[in-house]
């Protein structure tokens, strides 16, 4: 994957991006005009001195700002953004010292760069997030892209420099590895548990039945009949759950004939009206096909137990590196991940191949869910 995916973040919420993009804009007008005047000030009396508390208080004003932006944005955009580590200096060291060092430090002029480029941005969203109060289908699809777009401004400026986001890389990797094996595991007890308690259960009945019709074989023939039976519906009762089992682990029909077949296979079983359109060519690697497909068949499945919707959506497509799934429900909304349900399931599952769900379920509706799944490792 690409550097520009290494801490990679969901969408934000359609409100909180609104707010974020409503409320920034006075601050950004606010941090342009003093960063700006402080600066030409500064320059232009450094010569008889003045200017140098000036560039200093304007050079502190910079990193307080850029220290807010992270927690800002980390709050309403959901960006990791982590408290920077800066330069330090030495206790009792001069102000022009100090000043120096700070300018030496990487990370304020990239909070300058930041918070320059945040102004421009802030009079074009504040107008796209006034549009959104009124205009739904925006609030919904492209405020929160735009907020995205932003939150991956903010992580390349804002964020951890390259080496601590390849520290945070791999924590990112191990703890979805962790969750992938725990998500295995659960699997294969399932597995078990079905194969224990199902085939199992009629194969030893079919075994006993044609047991017991062997001792009576000669003596009572209608009994013999009757168990032979018995048996015979109990194998195709082990055969039937066998293939459920089977199909549960990986489906022929996705081997065979790939996710468009597959997903509409799911929704012609689903109780409720359900669109699908998919469009991943060229075909995705099998562990990719895999997920998407069990993420919307448990995702269908939770739709009609619990939203209320009386219609779904699944729209399926591929970028160059990610196969994206996007399930969306007319219900009454306030799906959100907990620990231990089904949507954190879906998460877990995703995890497995470093994928990631994004939930966006206001009360009232519509839902979507949405998962990023890449296709290389």
Same mark, same amino acid.
Request: with cysteine; hydrophobic share 45%; aromatic share 6%.
């Given at each position: 994957?690409?550097?520009?995916?290494?801490?990679?973040?969901?969408?934000?919420?359609?409100?909180?991006?609104?707010?974020?993009?409503?409320?920034?804009?006075?601050?950004?007008?606010?941090?342009?005009?003093?960063?700006?005047?402080?600066?030409?000030?500064?320059?232009?009396?450094?010569?008889?001195?003045?200017?140098?508390?000036?560039?200093?208080?304007?050079?502190?004003?910079?990193?307080?700002?850029?220290?807010?932006?992270?927690?800002?944005?980390?709050?309403?955009?959901?960006?990791?953004?982590?408290?920077?580590?800066?330069?330090?200096?030495?206790?009792?060291?001069?102000?022009?010292?100090?000043?120096?060092?700070?300018?030496?430090?990487? @990370?304020?002029?990239?909070?300058?760069? #930041?918070?320059?480029?945040?102004?421009?941005?802030?009079?074009?969203?504040?107008?796209?997030?006034?549009?959104?109060?009124?205009?739904?289908?925006?609030?919904?699809?492209?405020?929160?892209?735009?907020?995205?777009?932003?939150?991956?401004?903010?992580?390349?400026?804002?964020?951890?420099?390259?080496?601590?986001?390849?520290?945070?890389?791999?924590?990112?990797?191990?703890?979805?590895?962790?969750?992938?094996?725990?998500?295995?595991?659960?699997?294969?007890?399932?597995?078990?548990?079905?194969?224990?308690?199902?085939?199992?259960?009629?194969?030893?009945?079919?075994?006993? $039945?044609?047991?017991?019709?062997?001792?009576?074989?000669?003596?009572?023939?209608?009994?013999?009949?009757?168990?032979?039976?018995?048996?015979?519906?109990?194998?195709?009762?082990?055969?039937?759950?066998?293939?459920?089992?089977?199909?549960?682990? #990986?489906?022929?029909?996705?081997?065979?004939?790939?996710?468009?077949?597959?997903?509409?296979?799911?929704?012609?079983?689903?109780?409720?009206?359900?669109?699908?359109?998919?469009?991943?060519?060229?075909?995705?690697?099998?562990?990719?096909?895999?997920?998407? #497909?069990?993420?919307?068949?448990?995702?269908? @499945?939770?739709?009609?137990?619990?939203?209320?919707?009386?219609?779904?959506?699944?729209?399926?497509?591929?970028?160059?590196?990610?196969?994206?799934?996007?399930?969306?429900?007319?219900?009454?909304?306030?799906?959100?991940?907990?620990?231990?349900?089904?949507?954190?399931?879906?998460?877990?599952?995703?995890?497995?191949?470093?994928?990631?769900?994004?939930?966006? $379920?206001?009360?009232?509706?519509?839902?979507?869910?949405?998962?990023?799944?890449?296709?290389?490792?």
């Amino acid at each position: 994957m690409t550097e520009a995916r290494e801490l990679d973040h969901p969408r934000p919420h359609p409100a909180r991006t609104i707010l974020y993009m409503i409320v920034s804009f006075f601050f950004r007008i606010l941090q342009f005009v003093l960063i700006v005047t402080g600066i030409a000030v500064g320059v232009s009396t450094a010569v008889i001195w003045i200017g140098f508390p000036i560039l200093l208080a304007t050079t502190s004003f910079v990193r307080w700002s850029g220290d807010r932006e992270r927690g800002w944005a980390g709050q309403m955009l959901r960006v990791p953004l982590p408290p920077v580590q800066r330069r330090p200096y030495e206790e009792g060291q001069p102000l022009l010292r100090r000043w120096m060092v700070r300018l030496s430090d990487a @990370t304020t002029w990239r909070d300058l760069a #930041y918070l320059m480029a945040a102004f421009p941005l802030a009079c074009l969203e504040v107008g796209i997030a006034l549009a959104s109060i009124v205009l739904l289908p925006m609030a919904i699809w492209v405020t929160p892209w735009l907020g995205w777009l932003h939150g991956e401004l903010a992580l390349a400026l804002l964020g951890p420099d390259r080496t601590k986001r390849l520290e945070q890389k791999a924590e990112r990797l191990q703890a979805s590895r962790a969750r992938g094996v725990d998500a295995a595991e659960a699997e294969r007890r399932r597995i078990e548990r079905d194969l224990h308690d199902g085939a199992q259960q009629r194969l030893v009945a079919v075994a006993m $039945s044609l047991g017991r019709a062997k001792s009576k074989f000669d003596q009572d023939p209608e009994s013999v009949r009757e168990l032979i039976d018995e048996a015979h519906a109990d194998a195709k009762l082990a055969v039937s759950e066998l293939r459920d089992l089977a199909r549960g682990i #990986y489906p022929a029909v996705l081997g065979d004939r790939g996710l468009d077949a597959a997903l509409s296979a799911q929704a012609a079983k689903s109780p409720i009206p359900v669109d699908v359109r998919v469009d991943v060519e060229p075909r995705p690697p099998a562990a990719v096909e895999t997920t998407a #497909y069990f993420i919307v068949g448990e995702t269908l @499945t939770n739709i009609a137990k619990h939203s209320g919707a009386s219609e779904a959506g699944v729209k399926v497509w591929r970028t160059d590196d990610h196969v994206v799934v996007e399930i969306t429900d007319n219900g009454h909304g306030g799906a959100e991940v907990r620990p231990g349900g089904g949507l954190a399931g879906l998460a877990d599952r995703a995890a497995t191949i470093d994928g990631v769900i994004t939930v966006v $379920s206001p009360v009232g509706g519509p839902t979507v869910i949405r998962a990023d799944l890449p296709c290389q490792w």
